[in-house]
């Protein structure tokens, strides 16, 4: 550091203050960086590194703020923004400057910076061995609170499944900072100091929402604490009190399933960033709204479990179904709404643009045509039921801004004429300069008879008039002379000078005049942010079953019926809805449980389709419980209350974990979640071992599974071993996929039938990938060779049934798988 300056000096204290974070220190038309901070921008924008007094320096042009912004925050990172809180021309010494916002990857909601998906937050404690998570998307105000009852892997495994942007760790949390770091690499992590968590949380959570008591939220003190700690750090990184978060509710519901990562991922429920554009919501997403493509997402993550809910949400979908042109005129209509609930936001924190509030009067307009269309249908005219459509806003926000405003107040372009005198009368002058400019030119050229004489303005010099050399012999004596040119001289006169200072003052007037009353009208509609975010949420729902039905009507979906009995369940020529939109020809396959068979093994080749099958029979689950129609002629099936999946093989080989251990640990999960009223879908499970430990512990899973659990299974596999328990226990029942043996080789028919592979057809499908001849020949040689020397089938038809009792005597030791 060779040269500290004074305002070195001051950028050295400002950041002293803000250690953690890479502090934008304005200066000027640009915002600065310096020293370490200076050379990571540069790395990260690629931007020039320079230096200022032998010191590393790099900067921003400040009207290119937000697109650096984001850059910055993308990167993981968290940036202090410091403003110059006076004029530097009229300061005296060094300008005054403070942090006025700090910026997160979590709490920004500038438009242009942010997706249209949702931007959730974590903040996480553990009390008791328990986790307290709170989880909060900060641009539309979403808040959720809850207690789990996690082990760290679980916690991690909900974490990755959630696609948080930030997460935030109390201090004795800080050890899993690393560990989340490892799963997910561009994660902003940040541990919250003790004070946080301080012990006057009710007082601050009642002042916050302006409310006598929380006890008919139902939370305990550590729940609240955690809350009160989220909106601390919101108010800190803010500089002002938060008013625009909606209450908080249970993450986990009686009312709503909790899916958990591995059936996300493994059904492929929601994007990741390696299957997107191949999801079930990217299949569902034909919403019109930035509102509804979050809703749809929180719709998919947690499935209502309870059926009159589920049946109204069928009902609507049903009546626009039966309406065709009720849904393309509510495309037309949901198409020109705006993002209400992130305008809402900016509104509660006073920095809604006067485009945000063009885009909300827009928004309003045209609402009524859509209440008058719903109302001629009797399931949809109660979807707004006592929402307020928020006519008074409308006509507030009409009246006082330009239909096409400047993107920020000051500059006489955002409020409307009539609205304030004394706004007029500055703006006015302004407006009118010209005239005024040409009459004194008029009149000066009749008085000093210079015909070439001309009045001008430059920002340096101001107004002039400007006379060439060869007339100055005519110049009046009440001429000042301002500037010589090469040819000319420029002058002024007391009219000039009189009308520079009005203007000069006018200016200031209408940046100081239009801003007060941009941020009276701030205030104002302050009071309608919570009325704005439940209409918002109303708009947000309708789009979703809009979206709902115009997919179902485009392919053909079916209304879904919901059975008491879960041994009993009938889904007629179900379909893949994500794989049926990348082939040319889909073969659609029944699924049925009766008899109360209701463990299946499935059998097949590899490519045959059994991994599509059960995929799709998880994925009608999930779309009938959010209220969707399916894929499918006919589909009678019960409300599950969680959906488990394992499928596919993979190494953790950041923290060691073998295929065979991943597999295990997500398998312990499923038999210690699932109930009787659970569907559990396993692919493969065991094969990550050798072969006879894989048999028996997939044989002693399957056990546990129908004779504890009791609950509905597809377990697909290449053990053929397994179906001879089909002709042991009566729960359990064979099927196959379905495959065509001719003289050129095998053709997968991917239909499923009652029955057992007898053939893996692994050889054949070495062949179909293109192995040289020469390789598939000796495999088969080898084939027979191991065929004669291996006989499990004898080993299996001796096993007898075991006893239920065993299985719950020790049924917590059989957690351990």
């Known amino acids: 550091m060779s040269n500290i300056t004074p305002m070195i000096k001051q950028y050295l204290q400002i950041k002293e203050k803000h250690k953690d974070s890479i502090l934008l220190f304005r200066l000027g038309d640009f915002y600065e960086t310096f020293f370490e901070d200076a050379k990571l921008v540069s790395e990260i924008l690629q931007i020039v590194l320079t230096k200022r007094n032998g010191n590393p320096m790099a900067g921003i042009p400040y009207h290119a703020l937000n697109n650096y912004l984001k850059k910055l925050l993308d990167a993981g990172y968290k940036v202090a923004i410091c403003e110059q809180m006076e004029d530097p021309q009229t300061a005296k010494g060094i300008v005054d400057r403070e942090v006025t916002k700090i910026l997160t990857p979590g709490t920004v909601l500038e438009e242009g910076m942010i997706e249209d998906n949702s931007r959730y937050s974590a903040l996480i404690d553990e009390k008791n061995g328990f986790f307290n998570i709170a989880i909060f998307d900060f641009s539309t105000g979403d808040f959720f609170l809850d207690t789990f009852d996690f082990k760290e892997e679980e ?88 008013k625009h978060m909606k209450f908080p509710k249970r993450f986990k519901s009686k009312t709503h399933m909790l899916l958990d990562a591995n059936t996300l991922e493994n059904l492929g429920v929601i994007p990741t960033s390696s299957n997107r554009g191949k999801t079930l919501y990217d299949i569902l997403k034909f919403t019109k709204t930035s509102m509804g493509s979050r809703k749809l997402r929180e719709f998919l993550i947690a499935p209502l479990i309870d059926k009159e809910k589920i049946e109204e949400r069928l009902d609507i979908v049903q009546q626009l179904i039966e309406n065709p042109i009720l849904i393309e005129e509510l495309k037309e209509y949901l198409s020109s709404i705006k993002d209400l609930e992130r305008i809402s936001s900016r509104i509660s924190l006073m920095n809604a643009t006067p485009r945000d509030l063009i885009a909300l009067k827009d928004s309003l307009e045209v609402l009524p045509y859509i209440l008058e269309i719903l109302n001629r249908h009797q399931n949809l005219k109660s979807l707004f039921y006592n929402v307020e459509t928020l006519h008074e806003i409308k006509e507030i926000i009409k009246k006082t801004i330009f239909e096409e405003p400047s993107l920020t107040p000051g500059n006489g372009k955002v409020i409307k004429k009539g609205v304030s005198e004394e706004l007029d009368s500055y703006r006015d002058l302004i407006n009118n300069l010209d005239g005024v400019l040409k009459k004194i030119e008029s009149q000066e050229k009749e008085r000093t008879k ?55 003052l006018s200016e200031e007037k209408i940046r100081a005049i239009e801003k007060e009353v941009y941020t009276q009208l701030l205030s104002h509609l302050h009071q309608f942010v919570y009325k704005i975010k439940i209409l918002s949420d109303k708009v947000a729902e309708l789009d979703v079953y809009r979206s709902f039905a115009e997919v179902s009507k485009l392919f053909n979906y079916c209304r879904p019926s919901f059975v008491k009995n879960y041994k009993e369940v009938y889904i007629k020529e179900s379909r893949h809805p994500v794989v049926e939109r990348f082939v040319d020809v889909f073969t659609p396959n029944d699924f049925c449980i009766e008899n109360e068979k209701y463990y299946i093994i499935l059998t097949g080749p590899n490519m045959s389709g059994k991994s599509t099958y059960i995929r799709q029979i998880g994925l009608i689950s999930l779309m009938a419980q959010i209220g969707c129609f399916v894929p499918a002629k006919k589909a009678l099936i019960p409300i599950y209350d969680g959906v488990f999946t394992r499928i596919g093989a993979r190494d953790d080989i950041v923290t060691g974990k073998s295929t065979f251990l991943v597999e295990m640990l997500e398998v312990s999960t499923i038999l210690n979640k699932a109930t009787d009223k659970s569907l559990v879908l396993l692919d493969e499970v065991g094969r990550g071992t050798s072969t006879l430990d894989g048999i028996s512990v997939a044989w002693a899973i399957s056990e546990y599974l129908f004779q504890i659990k009791k609950c509905n299974t597809i377990f697909a596999t290449h053990y053929t071993e397994l179906t001879y328990m089909s002709h042991i226990y009566k729960e359990v029942v064979s099927k196959r996929v379905k495959v065509l043996e001719t003289m050129d080789g095998v053709v997968f028919l991917h239909k499923i039938e009652e029955g057992i592979s007898d053939n893996s057809y692994g050889i054949e499908i070495a062949r179909l990938a293109g192995f040289p001849p020469e390789i598939i020949g000796r495999s088969k040689e080898i084939l027979e060779l191991l065929s004669d020397r291996v006989d499990l089938e004898g080993k299996f038809k001796s096993i007898k049934n075991i006893k239920k009792k065993k299985y719950e005597e020790h049924e917590n030791q059989l957690k351990m798988f």
């Open 155 to 242: 916690l991690l495994d909900f974490i990755s499944s959630f696609g948080f942007v930030q997460i935030l760790l109390s201090k004795n949390l800080e050890i899993l900072s690393k560990k989340i770091k490892n799963l997910l690499k561009d994660v902003y992590i940040e541990t919250l100091d003790e004070w946080y968590f301080s012990n006057n949380f009710r007082d601050h959570l009642k002042e916050s929402y302006e409310i006598l008591s929380f006890d008919h939220l139902d939370y305990d003190d550590n729940e609240l604490k955690l809350a009160d700690a989220v909106l601390k750090y919101l108010e800190t990184t803010q500089f002002t009190k938060i």
């Open 450 to 504: 210079i015909n070439n004489l001309r009045v001008g303005r430059n920002k340096i010099y101001g107004f002039y008039i400007e006379i060439s050399k060869s007339q100055l012999s005519k110049v009046p004596q009440d001429y000042i002379r301002k500037q010589t040119l090469v040819n000319s001289e420029r002058f002024t006169i007391s009219d000039l000078e009189e009308i520079e200072q009005k203007l000069a």
